[in-house]
């Protein structure tokens, strides 16, 4: 079974084509460029150079957040129209996941974060049983300071990872009792990281529906936040 899998859920535009246990082939961009313009081109050269053509891809997979807006609606845009176009199932796996599953068998907590402005990040928190990455929270856009506070409860060692950790790496070391960072290289969420799991579901006989589907938010986009201050909308409600 050979699977594309897309993340665009930061910044950086990942695509990799994974069959079974084999990585065939993976790019990744993070530099300043519209997703909008690359993925596609992207996709087109990544076959190319496995020559393959999209109707060898037998299910995709994409990212569906949190993080970026803009991104995760251009990603699932791109990922149903290609499961629709080819007949073929596509599966949505957390940026989240993703980004933890970068790390293998910690002792510990794995806590990715993702900027989500303002001091807060997005997050969910995870340990390794059995070689199996277990979820051990909700998905959540938090600020540092309850981030900090939910960590220290656990009195367990702290690996952090994600692009977050360039911005708030300071502030999670004196806020956080025992923590440690991720080399640089591994702070993408990855698309190979992505599609493994996203295999691993659709073997299972997982997949998502084209109508239902839709990305992880967690919170509001600017562009509502704004206008629910406009109308006296307290961000609560």
Do not use: W
């Amino acid at each position: 079974m050979k699977i594309l899998s897309l993340d665009s859920s930061s910044e950086s535009a990942s695509i990799a084509i994974l069959e079974e246990d084999k990585l065939l082939g993976e790019m990744t961009f993070n530099y300043k460029k519209q997703h909008s313009v690359i993925l596609m081109p992207m996709i087109d050269t990544l076959l190319h150079n496995l020559s393959m053509n999209i109707d060898d891809i037998d299910g995709f997979v994409v990212s569906k957040g949190p993080g970026s807006f803009t991104g995760l609606r251009i990603g699932m845009a791109t990922i149903k129209g290609l499961s629709l176009g080819t007949d073929k199932p596509f599966i949505g796996v957390s940026s989240l996941d993703a980004l933890a599953y970068n790390l293998f068998e910690i002792e510990g907590i794995v806590c990715p974060v993702m900027d989500a402005l303002r001091n807060n990040v997005y997050t969910c928190l995870y340990t390794y049983e059995k070689g199996e990455l277990k979820v051990i929270s909700d998905y959540m856009a938090v600020s540092i300071e309850d981030l900090a506070n939910l960590l220290n409860s656990y009195d367990k060692k702290v690996y952090f990872i994600g692009d977050a950790t360039y911005k708030y790496k300071s502030l999670l070391q004196l806020k956080v009792n025992n923590c440690t960072f991720a080399p640089s290289h591994l702070n993408l969420a990855r698309a190979s990281s992505l599609g493994e799991i996203g295999l691993k579901k659709m073997q299972l006989g997982f997949k998502d529906d084209l109508n239902n589907s839709a990305p992880i938010y967690l919170r509001k986009s600017q562009a509502e936040r704004e206008y629910d201050k406009k109308m006296g909308i307290k961000e609560n409600e």
